[in-house]
């Protein structure tokens, strides 16, 4: 039987950050990443919520996969699995890319409270489409793969270019977090096979209703998933769900504006739990 993780210490190479206080809140993060992704608003949501912030399974850190039934599905079982561990059956999440689609799939199986979906991958309508996304995530696949250009980007020229993928103002990522960034996408063993079965036909699957309350928040400058090609789609597929626009950030907002991002997370999750506690009262 395996072991619960253990929590994150600051500095650790750990599974899973715990850590703040009040209802609990899941945060997922994207493919290639881990749950240090997440760490410019933990501080800005640990005063109102209970976080679990785990690496994803297959993810550096994170749990292994088996290779040969790695779908985005076999991901969520994995981490309901985890999340069964840590004590959680019901809660509020909030995912970016591959973790926002997971997080949708939690609502799916009746353990989100809330959602907030921050450009969450897995829509689409055209296969062009679908062949552009794979590309895109090959190419940071063999970036991370490669401590040479890990190291180039110490120029900030080089930064700039090499990260715009990734967020509007790399200017803002610390060394250490270019660092973690590129270790985290050489770790991760289950870009191939995902994108393979994503290839094949594993796209989102619409809800007729959903089942809690779900925020689609985009980023305006979201180079990797723009939401012209992907949002749209992924809008369709969301009936009753509301949708912001996350000005000036890129596909991973939470380096570019924390802010932003934990207030955007916030007004959902304050809003449930308001009007959760008056229903009981």
């Known amino acids: 039987m395996s072991q619960p993780d253990q929590p994150a210490r600051p500095g650790a190479d750990a599974p899973v950050h715990r850590g703040g206080s009040g209802s609990p809140l899941v945060l997922l ?13 933990l501080a800005l949501l640990e005063p109102y919520h209970e976080l679990h912030v785990p690496t994803l399974p297959g993810h550096r850190g ?9 779908t985005v599905e076999a991901l969520a079982d994995r981490l309901c699995e985890q999340l069964d561990e840590a004590g959680l059956d019901t809660f509020h999440v909030a995912g970016n890319s591959l973790g926002g689609w997971l997080s949708l799939e939690l609502a ?6 809330s959602v907030v979906a921050l450009s969450p991958a897995g829509a689409w309508t055209s296969m062009r489409d679908v062949r552009r996304l794979i590309r895109r995530f090959r190419l940071g696949l063999a970036i991370g793969n490669r401590p040479t250009l890990a190291r180039m980007t110490e ?6 270019m090499m990260l715009r993928q990734v967020a509007e103002h790399p200017e803002r990522f ?17 870009v191939g096979e995902l994108l393979e079965r994503v290839r094949d036909g594993g ?5 007729d209703e959903l089942p809690c309350p779900v925020r689609l928040a985009w980023s305006e400058h979201d180079r990797t998933i723009p939401f ?15 949708f912001v626009e996350l000005p000036g950030v890129g596909h991973v907002p939470m380096i570019d504006d924390p802010a932003l991002v934990s207030r955007t997370i916030l007004q959902l999750t304050w809003s449930v739990d308001e009007r959760e506690a008056s229903g009981a009262a």
């Open 29 to 41: 993060h994207g493919m290639n990443m881990s749950w240090r992704a997440w760490r410019p608003v």
């Open 62 to 70: 994170g749990r292994p996969m088996h290779p040969g039934g790695i």
């Open 108 to 113: 799916r199986r009746g353990r989100a409270r």
């Open 155 to 160: 120029r900030p020229r080089v930064r700039r």
């Open 174 to 190: 610390t060394e250490a977090q270019v660092a973690e960034m590129f270790e985290d996408a050489a770790g991760c063993t289950v």
């Open 203 to 207: 796209s989102f699957k619409a809800f």
């Open 228 to 242: 012209r090609r992907y949002g749209r789609p992924m809008l369709d597929s969301l009936p009753g769900a509301e």
